[in-house]
């Protein structure tokens, strides 16, 4: 489903990412592990073009994204036809950036009436749907102020699903929220793997990582050092780098 070739990214002539090679099955679930700087976010924003990379490719079920080749040479899409590839890949940050002024249904249906001309009335059975699957029945009428933040990151991960993506990137998810509003995020993930939804996870929750996995990529300063079912990577690590990092979270 996403294959990526070549990929490198600096910042300011900083290098971030340092010629990553990645495949992602169809259908299955592949975590992102590495310290704090390795380049993880960095690589998941290339794959919808919130970077632009600065050499590779990246392809999504057999098509280029971001670019376009032209007599030998890569070309940056037009700024719609981008909008038109990030519509089928569906991204869940940190920060759950829901508009304050408009309910959980408005949040929801938002994209798919504008960005995919839904008719309204099919985008609002479909949210209210995607709700029930998080959880959250009920509170259609709600303001993100009313919600925890753990609901509030369950809302934006049923409004990504509202564009019916082909892929899932989520971007450490559960990083901005309190110890005790993990795990209800952590099971909206895990459901949604059942499903057969291919996801890209940048995550420190090794213990979802193991659990839900098909594969495991670690990042050591831009490069992917280390790929591989979770319990090869996770629990029988064989670089250096994967192996302190492993070690200090069981310290």
Do not use: W
Not at 25 to 34: D, M, N
Not at 48 to 74: A, P, Q
Not at 199 to 224: C, K, L, N, S, Y
Not at 230 to 249: A, C, D, R, W, Y
């Amino acid at each position: 489903m996403v294959s990526m070739r070549g990929i490198t990214k600096a910042f300011h002539g900083r290098p971030v990412l340092r010629g990553v090679d990645l495949d992602v099955e169809r259908g299955t679930v592949c975590c992102l592990l590495g310290r704090s700087g390795a380049g993880k976010s960095t690589l998941l924003r290339c794959i919808n073009v919130l970077e632009d990379i600065d050499s590779g490719m990246v392809v999504v079920d057999g098509r280029l994204i971001g670019h376009r080749l032209e007599k030998g040479f890569m070309r940056r899409l037009p700024e719609k036809q981008l909008s038109a590839q990030r519509a089928e890949l569906g991204i869940v940050f940190q920060r759950f950036n829901l508009f304050s002024h408009m309910t959980v249904l408005e949040n929801i249906v938002e994209a798919p009436v504008r960005v995919r001309h839904e008719p309204r009335v099919e985008a609002e059975e479909h949210a209210r749907e995607l709700l029930r699957k998080v959880g959250l029945s009920g509170r259609e009428n709600s303001y993100p102020s009313k919600l925890s933040g753990g609901q509030q990151q369950r809302v934006a991960i049923a409004r990504a699903l509202a564009m019916r993506p082909k892929v899932m990137l989520f971007d450490e998810p559960t990083s901005a929220l309190d110890p005790e509003l993990v795990g209800e995020v952590l099971a909206v993930m895990r459901d949604l793997a059942k499903t057969g939804m291919t996801m890209i996870v940048v995550t420190h929750e090794v213990g979802f990582a193991r659990d839900v996995a098909d594969r495991v990529a670690f990042m050591d300063d831009g490069r992917i050092v280390e790929f591989g079912p979770p319990e090869q990577v996770i629990g029988n690590s064989q670089h250096e780098s994967t192996q302190v990092f492993m070690s200090k979270l069981r310290a």
